[in-house]
C-alpha cells in the first residue's frame, strides 16, 4: 500500500482537507514561475505533478507497438490506411501531376503485399488499397522509383482480383439527399443529453447499425484509431459509468453503456497523438445522431485523466497501454417522463471571430 493510500484511509477528514489546502496554495504561488517557458514546464510536471506520465508512456507504447504490428496479421493497418489515403489525395489533386507518390508508393505496395497475406484483415480495406493502387499504377508515369514500385505490385498474388468502385469520385457523384437544413436542425435539438431512461435491453442491431453510420465519420488519413466497446448488462454499465464520476444518481438506471477508446498504436511519431481524440469525438458525435434516428437516446459522459480511475478502466476493458479512453456514452429508450437539461448554447455572436 503506497503512502498516500495509507494517508487517505487513516488521517481526519479535517486533516485531509487542510491538507489539499496547502497543497494547492503551494501550486498557485509556483506556477508563475515553471509556466515561465517550456523547459521550466516540464521540471514542474517532473517535481510536483504525474499528470502526464500515462500519456507519456502510452504515447512510447503504441510507437513501440505501431512498428511491431506491421509484421503481425492484421484486421486493420493503419500505415496501408494512411499511405492509401495519401495516394487518394494525389489522384484529386488539380491539376494532377504525372508522376507522383514516389517518397511512399514503394512502402504502400509492400504494405499491401503484406496485409493481403493476413488471414483476419477486413476486406473492405484490402479492396480499397487494391482499388487506389491499380488506379495509381494506371495513370502515373514511370520514374525509376515508381518503375520498381510497379514492377513489385505485377507480382501480387491477387493479380486476378477484379478492380471495383473504391476509388475517388467526382462530387456530382456523390449519392443525393433531401435533407433539408431545417430538418437537420430539428434532429439537434432533439438530440439532448438523456440521463433517464427505460428499463429495456439495447438491441445489439441498433448498435451496430449506429456504429457503421458513424465511422462515416472524417478521421484524419483516414486511420480511424478508436474502437467502441459495447456493454450491454446494466448493472456492469452501471458500475463503469461510476468509473468517470460526475453520474451519481442516474448511473445506476442506465441500460447500456460505450466507451469510446482510442488507439496510439496507429501513429509512430508523437505529433499525432491527439487525432485519438479529435477522430474518436467525431464518431462519436455522428453515432449520437445516428442513434437518435434509430429510437435511441444518448448521453456523453466526460472521461477525466485521474489515475485510479484511468487504472480500473483499464483493468476492466483489459486494455493495452497504448490504449486510452476517449469518452463515455449511455444509450437506451429514453423515459418520456424523465427531465432533460435546456442547456443554453453559444451561438455565432459568441462563437465566430472574424
Known sequence: MGLRTLARRLLPS???????????????????????????????????????????????????????????????????????????????????????????????????????????????????????????????????????????????????????????????????????????????????????YMPEQVPEELIRRALNMAALAPSACNRQPYEFYFISEPERAARVAGFAGGTVGFAQQIPALIVVVGDLSAYPLERDRHCIYIDGALAAMQFMLAAETLGLATCPINWPDIEPREQAMQRELQLAPYQRPIMLMAVGYADPEGGVAYSAKKDDRVLMRQ
Open 14 to 196: 479535517g486533516m485531509k482537507a487542510k491538507l489539499r489546502t496547502m497543497a494547492e496554495a503551494l501550486h498557485r504561488r509556483v506556477l508563475p514561475l515553471f509556466a515561465h517557458s517550456r523547459w521550466s514546464a516540464s521540471l514542474y510536471y517532473g517535481l510536483f505533478s504525474r499528470t502526464f506520465t500515462r500519456e507519456h508512456y502510452g504515447v512510447l507504447q503504441g510507437r513501440r507497438e505501431y512498428w511491431r504490428s506491421l509484421n503481425r496479421d492484421q484486421k486493420s493497418y493503419a500505415l496501408l490506411r494512411r499511405n492509401t489515403h495519401r495516394l487518394e489525395k494525389g489522384l484529386i489533386m488539380r491539376p494532377r501531376r504525372t508522376s507522383f507518390a514516389e517518397a511512399y508508393i514503394e512502402e504502400t505496395v509492400t504494405m499491401f503485399l503484406r496485409a493481403e497475406q493476413s488471414a483476419v484483415i477486413a476486406q473492405s480495406e484490402l479492396q480499397w488499397a487494391h482499388d487506389v493502387l491499380a488506379e495509381y499504377f494506371s495513370v502515373v508515369a514511370d520514374t525509376p522509383v515508381i518503375a520498381q514500385a510497379r514492377e513489385l505490385w505485377q507480382q501480387r498474388s491477387d493479380a486476378n482480383r477484379l478492380t471495383g468502385d473504391a476509388v475517388p469520385y467526382r462530387r456530382a457523384d456523390a449519392p443525393e439527399t433531401d435533407i433539408q437544413p431545417e430538418q437537420l436542425e430539428q434532429l439537434f435539438r432533439r438530440r439532448r443529453s438523456v440521463r433517464w
